[in-house]
């Protein structure tokens, strides 16, 4: 009797096997988003001596002590302010609280630099507040000055404090509420059990919320310029374009970066070896207690003060500018001007985003199917430029793209005798790979949530059938990845749209964005001229804002999240 050989197709092979250069791709990505942090890495082995020399004896020793001063008020003011918030909607009824709930997540929407020239532009000395208050007080009224590192600090809370509020407030809703009322039948008050019970078990996730907010505070380049509070990334900007020393600018950037590995060293160390376990389940959560009286009122006028503050002020101050504009018929309303720096932005942001969601998926399907150690180790590496300030990838890919130019040349001009110029460095291609350095954990982390559900079971199944890995990529993945997908690349694009220190140092020239845009017309007090592409930006950033709002007003977020919101700030962190 004749023995029929199985069809090659059909026969179950390991899926390493059938992957082919598999593995390798994904490494060789890996190991391009990784190469513009190594090459900053590297940069500070060989200082510039005369030119650290100059900015040491200058300006140098300030922006170091004023970066500290602001990580510590911007990393005090959210986490204080974070928490304290979250922790007051979750386990108290007040009026409003249910508006609120998902409200005080609007300032997500806000860039730093946006809410920096509108507070610049109301309580500076010629603004609408200070000359009130000498009217009706006289000339010589006290009011702090908002060009001042307080300025900074409180602007920046005002915006950032949203991720300690999200991350914390999920964490709180998760915890059961047998655990904090045995806290109170001890003996411990509602607030004793909040420090001793709830807080340290909400600490990894305010941890986290906490490192993203200051990760943004240490990118920050729009806010610390305008409001006079110089830090080592204005420093950054002012020795590259003003000195024109792009070596000691790399360099710099490197300072930058070990900050950036303090803080991550720091909420490391707030985590340590811990571990928090929820008993909860299916139980219920906190019960919040009815607030009454005066206490009722304080914390709406709390609640309603902040937003006021960080989202309401701005926007009708932005409205009311477009609407005396277009009054005015001034340039750049609407016309030519304003589409032409808007399609710039979406055509950017779009293209950047279509290749990030592409490599993601590419990342977390080479993930997914190698199981070698050096594989996942790449991955981390090529998620750590979110968690890098936008300077510091910036100067990254730009001596990355500048070396790989003149060896081109270099090659051109010995074989063919042709200087072809500079094919990647100034060109739309340098600031996309920028951008896709900068924010891959935003879409990795998105798909691979949704990739995780998908059981091993299905693909051995399609494999049994004969199936090629592309083939179960394109017919099972995609089809039940593409919601994770589709989050990743909102959030990707809007993050995008109001990136400003990574579009600043590579944008093409000529090509000027609505961010860049904003900064030009705020740097010279055109406040009015800014409002609309500010405002523009705004609008765009309140689309993830809406898919995260779901998941804050969730009353239990023990049911799976929605894929890539909420649990895609925290995976982001905690992949570093």
């Not at 220190?501 to 705020?522: C, E, H, K, N």
């Not at 709002?549 to 009353?555: F, N």
Request: aromatic share 10%.
């Amino acid at each position: 009797m004749t023995e029929t050989a199985p069809h090659p197709e059909s026969s179950p092979k390991p899926l390493r096997q059938r992957l082919g250069g598999g593995p390798a791709l994904t490494l060789l990505i890996a190991t391009l988003l990784a190469l513009p942090l190594g090459v900053v890495v590297v940069a500070m082995l060989t200082p510039t001596v005369d030119v650290w020399q100059h900015i040491w004896a200058t300006r140098l020793p300030e922006m170091l002590t004023n970066t500290a001063i602001l990580v510590l008020g911007v990393g005090t003011g959210t986490a204080v302010l974070g928490t304290g918030l979250a922790w007051l909607v979750v386990a108290y009824r007040f009026p409003g609280r249910a508006l609120f709930r998902w409200l005080l997540i609007l300032p997500l929407a806000m860039p730093t630099y946006v809410l920096a020239f509108v507070f610049m532009s109301t309580f500076d000395f010629a603004g609408p507040v200070q000359s009130a208050l000498r009217a009706w007080f006289g000339p010589d009224v006290w009011f702090p000055d908002v060009r001042s590192g307080t300025g900074v600090i409180i602007v920046m809370t005002l915006v950032l404090y949203p991720y300690v509020y999200l991350l914390a407030r999920a964490a709180f809703h998760e915890q059961s509420a047998v655990t904090f009322e045995a806290a109170q039948t001890l003996g411990d008050s509602r607030r004793a059990a909040f420090f001793r019970v709830v807080l340290p078990l909400a600490r990894p996730s305010i941890a986290a919320g906490l490192t993203l907010a200051l990760m943004e505070a240490l990118t920050d380049i729009g806010a610390v310029r305008f409001l006079n509070f110089p830090t080592i990334t204005d420093g950054i900007f002012r020795v590259w374009l003003g000195m024109g020393e792009r070596n000691a600018a790399v360099e710099l950037a490197g300072v930058l970066l070990l900050f950036a590995l303090v803080v991550i060293l720091f909420e490391r160390r707030m985590r340590g070896r811990a571990r928090y376990y929820q008993a909860g389940g299916r139980d219920r959560g906190i019960v919040p207690v009815q607030l009454s009286g005066r206490a009722a009122w304080l914390a709406t006028g709390a609640c309603t003060l902040v937003l006021g503050a960080a989202f309401f002020l701005p926007v009708s101050r932005l409205v009311a500018w477009v609407v005396t504009e277009m009054a005015k018929g001034a340039p750049g309303v609407f016309d030519a001007l304003y589409w032409g720096f808007a399609r710039n932005s979406l055509m950017l942001s779009g293209a950047a985003t279509a290749v990030a969601v592409s490599v993601a998926l590419i990342l977390a399907n080479g993930v997914r199917l190698s199981k070698g150690r050096s594989v996942r180790l790449g991955v981390r590496l090529a998620t750590m430029g979110y968690a890098m300030p936008g300077a510091v990838v910036a100067f990254g890919v730009l001596v990355l793209l500048s070396s790989v130019d003149h060896a081109l040349n270099g090659l051109s001009q010995q074989f063919w005798g042709v200087d072809v110029g500079l094919l990647l460095t100034g060109t739309a291609v340098g600031l996309i790979y920028a951008y896709v350095v900068r924010f891959m954990a935003v879409g990795y982390y998105s798909v691979e949530a949704s990739l995780e559900k998908v059981t091993p079971s299905m693909d051995d199944a399609a494999r049994t059938l004969g199936a090629s890995s592309s083939r179960v990529l394109r017919r099972i993945h995609l089809p039940l990845v593409r919601v994770g997908m589709f989050t990743g690349a909102t959030l990707l694009f809007v993050d995008m749209m109001k990136e400003l220190p990574i579009t600043l140092l590579l944008r093409p020239f000529g090509y000027d964005t609505l961010s860049v845009w904003v900064w030009q017309m705020a740097s010279e007090s055109l406040w009015a001229s800014a409002s609309l592409p500010a405002l523009t930006i705004v609008v765009t950033g309140l689309i993830p804002v809406v898919l995260l709002s779901h998941v804050a007003t969730s009353t239990r977020s023990t049911k799976p999240l929605p894929t890539g919101t909420t649990t895609q700030l925290a995976d982001s962190v905690e992949a570093l």
